[in-house]
């Protein structure tokens, strides 16, 4: 069988100008046809699962979704590379040392010079995690901050999987908490005019389907209740009486429209017992 038979990923024929070092590269794209992906079931964290395929294996296509330049390693997702705020542009070039440093320190086999693995790849959205520091408030970066994080805590599954016994499922549950802190600060962000979740249009937070704000609602709601802090029992409880009024209200959505995703009502549904369980477990 032909390695061009075999390939699961292209370079672009447009050339990418980096907005921090200016160095120039071609973006790798993802092929997705003649059967590389097999689709499985959804997580409750509206994750996408594959199956491997017999002729190209086990294909991660979130490895796929970060722009990173090669030379200085800035990261985002693609259609906010070149739109870089300028008035970022020297910072992120001072912090080129620390964000290589920060990723190698995770991942020291990291190379994007190199087509993408499941390593390059998560490693390349905890990057987008780390750069979208350098984004003004137009370009919700917090919302994008919570879904980078959450696909790099559900990489680092992956990883688990395919790398046992290196600690990559503690490092998931981690990039897991600060996707709770992100989407929830950016909701709150957004209910208190602080910043708008109108420079996002598709809130993913996989790549094969867009739960719109809904969605983001649901995730604030259940990245609290299984990622949220647990340390202080009365915040606690507040925390999972708000994230039961919120499933509460994408249940009144659910009624009064068909157009609302089906599969997200029944993961709210799931939620709301779920919260009703512990609470009555705290109350007992």
Wanted: one cysteine or more; charged letters at 30%; a neutral charge.
């Amino acid at each position: 069988m032909s390695t061009e038979f075999m390939k699961i990923s292209f370079l672009s024929k447009e050339e990418y100008s980096c907005p921090v070092c200016e160095a120039s590269f071609r973006r790798e794209e993802m092929l997705s046809g003649s059967g590389r992906l097999i689709a499985g079931a959804i997580t409750d964290e509206l994750h996408r699962l594959y199956e491997p395929s017999a002729k190209y294996g086990l294909i991660y296509p979130l490895a796929y979704q970060a722009t990173v330049c090669p030379e200085c390693w800035f990261a985002s997702m693609d259609k906010d590379f070149l739109s870089l705020p300028k008035s970022a542009k020297d910072q992120a070039k001072r912090d080129t040392d620390k964000r290589m440093a920060d990723v190698r320190l995770i991942f020291p086999s990291a190379d994007f010079t190199k087509l993408r693995d499941l390593v390059n790849g998560t490693a390349s959205l905890f990057l987008v995690t780390i750069c979208y520091d350098y984004y003004t408030k137009e370009f919700s970066p917090t919302i994008k901050q919570g879904i980078a994080a959450l696909r790099t805590g559900w990489l680092l599954d992956g990883m688990e999987e395919k790398y046992p016994g290196f600690h990559y499922d503690w490092l998931a549950t981690l990039f897991k908490k600060k996707s709770q802190f992100f989407y929830n600060e950016a909701i709150l962000r957004e209910q208190s005019g602080k910043e708008t979740l109108s420079g996002i249009k598709n809130f993913g937070p996989d790549t094969d389907k867009n739960y719109a704000y809904e969605g983001a609602l649901y995730l604030s709601a259940l990245l609290r209740l299984k990622y949220g802090p647990r340390n202080n029992a009365e915040t606690r409880v507040e925390d999972l009486n708000n994230s039961k009024r919120t499933i509460a209200k994408l249940f009144g959505l659910g009624k009064s429209s068909k157009s609302k995703p089906g599969p997200l009502l029944e993961h709210a549904r799931e939620l709301y017992d779920s919260i009703n369980r512990e609470l009555n477990e705290t109350d007992e």
